[in-house]
C-alpha cells in the first residue's frame, strides 16, 4: 500500500486517455515456468485478474503438450473460467487443429503467433515466415466466419538473437500479410527486448506510411535492457492505446533464451495512473495477485512497482 495520493496524476500532452492492457501473465508468463502450475492455480491466478479489472486475460495456449507442457491442460482449465465473458479470455492457437479445441470450448478471441524473422519463425514454429502465414490463413479465415476476434502476434519485430537487428521494411511487410489475411488487430513484440523509444516510433510510422491504422496495433515489451515503460511511453505518444504486460513481470520466451521478464502490469499500471490515463484496473488488487503468485511459485517478482508497494506494507 502506498501514500494517499501516489502516483500524483500529472498528464502529459498528445498522449491517450484511456489505455486497454492485455493481460499476458496467465499464458505468456506461466508457459516459460520450469515447473507445471497446478490447474487450479492457473484459474485463480485469472479469475484475480479479471476480478482486478484487467479487460482482457490472455487464458491459455491451445498448442500441442509436447512443445509447451506447462499449458497442456487448456481443456481442464478454460471451463473452469466460465463465470468469465470469453470475450475478456484470449487463447493461442497455433493451426487448425488448435482452433478446433478452442472453438468448442467456446473461445471467443484467438490469437495467431508469426515472426518477422525466418530464424525464430524455424526455431518456434519449425517452418518459414512464409510457410507460417500460409498455415495461418485458413485458421484465421475460419475464425471470421465463426465471428471470432483474432489477434495477430509478430515476435521480433526490433531484433533476433540470431539476426540481430531487423529491417524495419521486413517487419512492416510480415505486419501487412497478416492483417491481409484477416487479423483484427496486431501485437509487435520486442522478444528479447533490444527495442529504444526512436526505433518504437519509426516502425510505427513506417506501418503507418504502409496504411495500417495505429488502432490495429499493440506494443509487447520485454524489459531484458531496462527499456520497456520507455518504449511504451513512445508508443503512447505515437497514439497506441493496447499495451500489452504480465502481472508480476512473469515470462520470457522458451524457443529465445536472451528474452527476460515481459514488461510487469504493476510497473505499467504504476507510470498509467500517473500520466492520468485510464486503465479500469485497481492496482491494489493487481498488486495482491502478482504477490501471491509470487509466493506460489516461491521467488520474488521482478516488478520494481510491486516490490516497492510490498516493501511498505
Not at 50 to 73: I, M, R
Not at 261 to 269: I, K, P
Amino acid at each position: 500500500m502506498t501514500a494517499a495520493g501516489l502516483p500524483m496524476e500529472i498528464p502529459a500532452e498528445g498522449l491517450p486517455t484511456r489505455v486497454r492492457i492485455h493481460e499476458v501473465g496467465a499464458r505468456d508468463g506461466l508457459q516459460n515456468e520450469q515447473t507445471v502450475v497446478p490447474t487450479e492455480i492457473k484459474a485463480e491466478f485469472i479469475h484475480r485478474l479479471a476480478e482486478a479489472g484487467l479487460p482482457l486475460v490472455e487464458a491459455t495456449s491451445f498448442v500441442h503438450p509436447k512443445w509447451v507442457p506447462q499449458l497442456a491442460d487448456a481443456e481442464q482449465l478454460f471451463p473452469q473460467l466460465g463465470d468469465i465473458d470469453p470475450q475478456r479470455l484470449p487463447v493461442l492457437v497455433p493451426n487448425e487443429r488448435g482452433l478446433d479445441r478452442a472453438l468448442a470450448l467456446g473461445a471467443r478471441r484467438i490469437a495467431v503467433f508469426g515472426s518477422a524473422t525466418e530464424s525464430f519463425a524455424q526455431a518456434n514454429l519449425n517452418r518459414t515466415v512464409d510457410a507460417a502465414l500460409a498455415m495461418f490463413a485458413p485458421v484465421v479465415a475460419r475464425a471470421k466466419d465463426a465471428d471470432v476476434h483474432v489477434r495477430g502476434y509478430l515476435s521480433m519485430c526490433f531484433g533476433d538473437p540470431w539476426e540481430g537487428a531487423v529491417p524495419v521494411a521486413q517487419t512492416v511487410r510480415v505486419c501487412r500479410e497478416l492483417l491481409d489475411l484477416g487479423c483484427d488487430e496486431l501485437s509487435l513484440g520486442d522478444t528479447i527486448g533490444v527495442a529504444t523509444p526512436g526505433h518504437v516510433q519509426q516502425l510505427l510510422a513506417a506501418l503507418n506510411e504502409a496504411g495500417v491504422a495505429t488502432s490495429r496495433l499493440g506494443v509487447h515489451f520485454h524489459d531484458t535492457y531496462g527499456q520497456a515503460l520507455a518504449n511504451t511511453f513512445a508508443a503512447l505518444q505515437h497514439g497506441v492505446t493496447t499495451i500489452d504486460a504480465s502481472a508480476g513481470g512473469l515470462g520470457g520466451c522458451p524457443y529465445a533464451k536472451s528474452a527476460t521478464g515481459n514488461l510487469a502490469t504493476e510497473d505499467l499500471v504504476w507510470m498509467l495512473h500517473g500520466l492520468g490515463i485510464e486503465t479500469g484496473v485497481d492496482l491494489g488488487r493487481l498488486t495482491a495477485t502478482s504477490a501471491w503468485m509470487a509466493e506460489v511459485l516461491g521467488r520474488p517478482s521482478p516488478s520494481r512497482t510491486l516490490r516497492a508497494l510490498s516493501h511498505k506494507e
